[in-house]
């Protein structure tokens, strides 16, 4: 499995904006990188995922390198309720859908 | 909807007991999967299906038993379990098994005295 590295946790004030990092130097070439997120007590939540491309949907951006060995969460303006651990993985033809869970970046969101 | 369900919430269960977690989704997914929690800890994958079929088995014990009766529901049976398989068992469901994105159900916590 394409394994990925992520700093073990990082910190905003809120309505600032954060950029996680993630580093996925062995990734196939035709897998995509996803981004998912822990609430407490809750379930995994999808974010967002791309192959090459910068994408951006309601909740975040995803900024992806040139060639593709690290990539960005950004959340344009943290709140509280994005307190989490995020999660980053890849997922696609060498892993045939798997997601490998990582130990993830706990994000504090202070007010 | 991009809602999955899964019931019980909470379960409690001797080690000589049969029980079932049960599973849902009407996104009409064709891929569904079943992960473990422990606390503190990331999830990981148990089991796999796609189709209906099972296509993934990260070896499991056979003490874990999972089902895929149709292509809306799941369901992992579960018998003879020992208490360090208390855990939080998760319920996902995808599009399929390429680099679609996971919906994940809020999970079942699971306590086996």
């Known amino acids: 499995d394409a394994k990925t590295t992520q700093p073990n946790s990082m910190e905003s004030n809120e309505e600032e904006p954060v950029h996680l990092p993630c580093n996925h130097s062995?990734?196939?070439?035709?897998?995509?990188i996803h981004w998912y997120r822990q609430l407490p007590s809750q379930g995994p939540e999808y974010v967002i995922h791309?192959?090459?491309s910068n994408v951006n949907n309601r909740m975040a951006s995803l900024a992806i390198a040139e060639d593709r060995k690290s990539s960005t969460l950004i959340l344009h303006r943290a709140t509280l309720r994005d307190a989490a651990v995020y999660y980053c993985?890849?997922?696609?033809?060498?892993?045939?859908?798997?997601?490998?869970f990582g130990r993830g970046t706990q994000l504090t969101v202070w007010p | 909807d991009t809602e999955v369900t899964q019931t019980p919430k909470h379960l409690v269960m001797g080690m000589t007991n049969k029980k079932s977690l049960k599973c849902e989704q009407h996104?009409?997914?064709?891929?569904m999967y079943w992960y473990k929690q422990k606390a503190k800890k990331p999830p990981e994958l148990m089991f796999v299906?796609?189709?209906?079929?099972?296509?993934i088995n990260e070896s499991v014990p056979s003490r874990f038993s999972p089902e895929c009766p149709n292509s809306s529901l799941l369901n992992l049976h579960l018998h003879a379990l020992q208490p360090e398989d208390s855990a939080l068992y998760l319920c996902?469901?995808?599009?399929?098994?390429?680099?679609?994105?996971?919906?994940f159900g809020p999970g079942t916590r699971l306590t086996v005295t």
């Open positions: 299906y796609s189709y209906e079929k099972l296509s």
């Open positions: 996104m009409g997914h064709r891929a």
């Open positions: 993985m890849s997922v696609g033809g060498s892993t045939l859908g798997r997601l490998y």
């Open positions: 062995t990734i196939s070439g035709t897998d995509y």
């Open positions: 996902a469901s995808s599009q399929g098994v390429g680099g679609s994105e996971q919906y």
């Open positions: 791309g192959l090459t």
